[in-house]
């Protein structure tokens, strides 16, 4: 065996040897020789250090270049933004022009109170009796020339006749008045329809039937106007409106005869219920969902405003020409809406219709704005070339929106029964027991109840829901009529008047919730629609009090029997309502389709995962 050399030192093992260096590009000169073996390692060479202060990549790493992502400037296609939704549309308006916008959609309640409102101050007939030729009215000559009869109604009051006096001073036989009649009149207007016109005994008949004309008026025009507004948009449909408001105004005033009266309140209350449906609608559409509530009360609470002035004016005012004037002069102040730029269109309504060039113009003004927010998702809808006129409803697929027609139904149920059974609240007193209270004072409960009813719903509905208050309105709503109606012999006049009170609050509660409630609901293509059915079915309730008029108030018990009863059932329907409480507002067929109520019998489940436990039979 040959002896080892002491200089030279024993090879390295692979497993003590440093990692190998990264091999250099080969632009570099490399220089180690190539024929030197990696295995060996000379103890006087420093020792191997890497170039890069990363690890090497592992051995099945290809060598080759990573590649490098896209430079900021590329000429790749850049993926499509999402379509504006109908809250960016609202926002993109900047707060100070969304809430210049919101105050001049909630002004003309005050003046629309006046026409929408004024119809007890016309039809209010004061105590009458026969003109006698006598000078002196003295109490015996009364007495002696009018016959005592009981006074038309269920309380069976004997009182001085109304419509009959005695022939030449003798009380063998009566006949109808022959020189007109006398009016004793201490509330309201000291002239209006029924004074004027003398509609009283045998003319009696047209005083309901200009309360029901009005109130087909008011149907005609919600489901006229809501449709327009859908059809041709809000802006539009609310210039129309607001024209024909104060034509039909001037034309009432100056009316010679009720028969012209009846047939022009027609197209004025058609005409104003159209300015107060597109009002709200806009109004509504203009806010996102924490503002909702706030503006709604807001506009409801001007309307109790402009009631309060109503009294007032009627006051001061000794006609009712004078009264419906007073309501119709300031709404042409409001025509001044239809200037380009004062009071532009829906910008939801704009979304959904497409129109270029309205979309144009409202990116103008977006743009102009100090405070707006620069979305890109404006880009593509602006930049389409193929504008339609008015949004597309598919019928088909309409009647196929079942979740819609049922939500529809169940509110439009609640609007019917509201309406109705308020004037069973109102008059209780004086249609069961015959001692009904003073106009002014009926009068002021029913617009003071009105807005409690909107100051109870703004503290309570943001925080229970849609859904539970008017749960809670319309139970005490049935409640408070089954007391009355089951208790009436057993009550005092107190307990009598804090159950109407709370029937009447609770009634106005439900009535301003439903329409609130619908209004959210329903998408953009048919909320005027929509709105406006619910609107009308409250008017077909609402028929009954002058139709119990007509019939001096027979059967006045079974028609509160006949309310109280759907009440409690509508108790029930409710539970299929969905909630709409801080929810965007659905703008197509298909996301109102999306509002529905999960069933009953679905078990709440959270969305944490489980780990996999072993199943202990396999």
């Given at each position: 065996?040959?002896?080892?050399?002491?200089?030279?030192?024993?090879?390295?093992?692979?497993?003590?040897?440093?990692?190998?260096?990264?091999?250099?590009?080969?632009?570099?000169?490399?220089?180690?020789?190539?024929?030197?073996?990696?295995?060996?390692?000379?103890?006087?060479?420093?020792?191997?250090?890497?170039?890069?202060?990363?690890?090497?990549?592992?051995?099945?790493?290809?060598?080759?270049?990573?590649?490098?992502?896209?430079?900021?400037?590329?000429?790749?296609?850049?993926?499509?933004?999402?379509?504006?939704?109908?809250?960016?549309?609202?926002?993109?308006?900047?707060?100070?022009?969304?809430?210049?916008?919101?105050?001049?959609?909630?002004?003309?309640?005050?003046?629309?109170?006046?026409?929408?409102?004024?119809?007890?101050?016309?039809?209010?007939?004061?105590?009458?009796?026969?003109?006698?030729?006598?000078?002196?009215?003295?109490?015996?000559?009364?007495?002696?020339?009018?016959?005592?009869?009981?006074?038309?109604g269920p309380g069976g009051v004997l009182g001085l006749s109304q419509c009959k006096e005695y022939v030449n001073g003798s009380k063998s036989a009566t006949v109808d008045c022959r020189f007109g009649w006398d009016y004793n009149v201490t509330e309201g207007l000291r002239h209006n329809i029924v004074t004027e016109w003398d509609l009283v005994c045998d003319w009696y008949w047209l005083v309901p039937v200009e309360e029901v004309c009005f109130i087909l008026?008011?149907?005609?025009?919600?489901?006229?106007?809501?449709?327009?507004?859908?059809?041709?948009?809000?802006?539009?449909?609310?210039?129309?409106?607001?024209?024909?408001?104060?034509?039909?105004?001037?034309?009432?005033?100056?009316?010679?005869?009720?028969?012209?009266?009846?047939?022009?309140?027609?197209?004025?209350?058609?005409?104003?219920?159209?300015?107060?449906?597109?009002?709200?609608?806009?109004?509504?559409?203009?806010?996102?969902?924490?503002?909702?509530?706030?503006?709604?009360?807001?506009?409801?609470?001007?309307?109790?405003?402009?009631?309060?002035?109503?009294?007032?004016?009627?006051?001061?005012?000794?006609?009712?020409?004078?009264?419906?004037?007073?309501?119709?002069?300031?709404?042409?102040?409001?025509?001044?809406?239809?200037?380009?730029?004062?009071?532009?269109?829906?910008?939801?309504?704009?979304?959904?219709?497409?129109?270029?060039?309205?979309?144009?113009?409202?990116?103008?003004?977006?743009?102009?704005?100090?405070?707006?927010?620069?979305?890109?998702?404006?880009?593509?809808?602006?930049?389409?070339?193929?504008?339609?006129?008015?949004?597309?409803?598919?019928?088909?697929?309409?009647?196929?929106?079942?979740?819609?027609?049922?939500?529809?139904?169940?509110?439009?149920?609640?609007?019917?029964?509201?309406?109705?059974?308020?004037?069973?609240?109102?008059?209780?007193?004086?249609?069961?027991?015959?001692?009904?209270?003073?106009?002014?004072?009926?009068?002021?409960?029913?617009?003071?109840?009105?807005?409690?009813?909107?100051?109870?719903?703004?503290?309570?509905?943001?925080?229970c829901g849609r859904r539970g208050i008017l749960l809670l309105s319309m139970t005490m709503m049935g409640l408070a009529s089954l007391i009355l109606l089951g208790l009436m012999k057993y009550l005092s006049e107190t307990a009598i008047t804090i159950f109407s009170v709370v029937g009447l609050f609770a009634s106005q509660a439900t009535t301003s919730l439903c329409i609130l409630f619908t209004a959210e609901i329903m998408p953009t293509i048919i909320r005027?629609?929509?709105?406006?059915?619910?609107?009308?079915?409250?008017?077909?309730?609402?028929?009954?009090?002058?139709?119990?008029?007509?019939?001096?108030?027979?059967?006045?018990?079974?028609?509160?029997?006949?309310?109280?009863?759907?009440?409690?059932?509508?108790?029930?329907?409710?539970?299929?309502?969905?909630?709409?409480?801080?929810?965007?507002?659905?703008?197509?067929?298909?996301?109102?389709?999306?509002?529905?109520?999960?069933?009953?019998?679905?078990?709440?489940?959270?969305?944490?995962?489980?780990?996999?436990?072993?199943?202990?039979?396999?």
């Amino acid at each position: 065996m040959s002896e080892s050399n002491p200089d030279s030192s024993p090879p390295v093992a692979l497993e003590d040897r440093a990692p190998p260096p990264i091999t250099p590009p080969p632009s570099r000169a490399s220089t180690s020789s190539p024929d030197s073996p990696l295995e060996m390692a000379s103890p006087d060479s420093p020792p191997l250090v890497s170039p890069s202060p990363c690890p090497p990549p592992p051995p099945s790493l290809p060598s080759s270049p990573v590649p490098s992502s896209p430079a900021p400037c590329s000429s790749l296609p850049v993926p499509p933004s999402l379509p504006p939704t109908g809250e960016v549309m609202v926002l993109a308006l900047g707060r100070r022009k969304q809430r210049v916008l919101i105050a001049l959609s909630i002004l003309p309640n005050l003046f629309l109170a006046f026409l929408l409102s004024s119809g007890p101050l016309l039809t209010l007939s004061p105590p009458h009796h026969c003109h006698l030729p006598s000078v002196t009215l003295s109490p015996e000559v009364l007495n002696a020339s009018l016959p005592w009869e009981k006074v038309p109604g269920p309380g069976g009051v004997l009182g001085l006749s109304q419509c009959k006096e005695y022939v030449n001073g003798s009380k063998s036989a009566t006949v109808d008045c022959r020189f007109g009649w006398d009016y004793n009149v201490t509330e309201g207007l000291r002239h209006n329809i029924v004074t004027e016109w003398d509609l009283v005994c045998d003319w009696y008949w047209l005083v309901p039937v200009e309360e029901v004309c009005f109130i087909l008026g008011v149907l005609t025009g919600s489901l006229t106007m809501g449709y327009a507004a859908d059809r041709v948009g809000r802006s539009k449909t609310l210039l129309t409106s607001l024209v024909l408001t104060v034509v039909c105004g001037v034309l009432v005033c100056i009316s010679p005869y009720p028969t012209i009266f009846i047939i022009t309140r027609f197209f004025l209350a058609a005409a104003s219920s159209g300015v107060y449906l597109t009002l709200y609608i806009i109004r509504l559409e203009l806010c996102e969902p924490s503002l909702r509530l706030v503006v709604t009360t807001l506009a409801g609470l001007m309307t109790v405003a402009g009631q309060l002035l109503l009294l007032a004016v009627a006051l001061g005012c000794s006609t009712w020409r004078c009264m419906l004037g007073a309501g119709a002069a300031p709404l042409t102040l409001f025509l001044t809406y239809g200037i380009p730029g004062v009071f532009p269109e829906s910008p939801r309504w704009l979304l959904l219709s497409e129109r270029s060039a309205d979309l144009n113009s409202f990116s103008e003004r977006r743009s102009s704005s100090r405070d707006v927010r620069d979305d890109e998702r404006f880009t593509e809808l602006e930049s389409e070339l193929a504008p339609t006129s008015k949004p597309h409803l598919s019928f088909h697929e309409l009647f196929h929106s079942k979740n819609i027609w049922k939500n529809m139904c169940v509110l439009g149920f609640i609007s019917f029964i509201s309406h109705g059974i308020t004037h069973c609240y109102s008059s209780f007193r004086g249609d069961v027991r015959g001692t009904g209270p003073s106009f002014y004072w009926m009068y002021l409960l029913s617009v003071c109840a009105g807005g409690g009813a909107w100051l109870l719903l703004w503290a309570t509905v943001n925080r229970c829901g849609r859904r539970g208050i008017l749960l809670l309105s319309m139970t005490m709503m049935g409640l408070a009529s089954l007391i009355l109606l089951g208790l009436m012999k057993y009550l005092s006049e107190t307990a009598i008047t804090i159950f109407s009170v709370v029937g009447l609050f609770a009634s106005q509660a439900t009535t301003s919730l439903c329409i609130l409630f619908t209004a959210e609901i329903m998408p953009t293509i048919i909320r005027g629609s929509s709105v406006g059915t619910v609107l009308a079915l409250g008017c077909i309730g609402r028929l009954s009090s002058p139709l119990m008029d007509l019939r001096n108030h027979y059967g006045y018990f079974l028609n509160h029997v006949v309310y109280s009863c759907l009440a409690l059932l509508a108790v029930l329907s409710i539970l299929l309502l969905p909630e709409s409480k801080r929810k965007p507002l659905p703008q197509t067929l298909a996301d109102g389709e999306q509002y529905k109520r999960p069933p009953l019998s679905r078990r709440r489940r959270d969305n944490v995962p489980l780990l996999a436990t072993p199943n202990p039979e396999t």
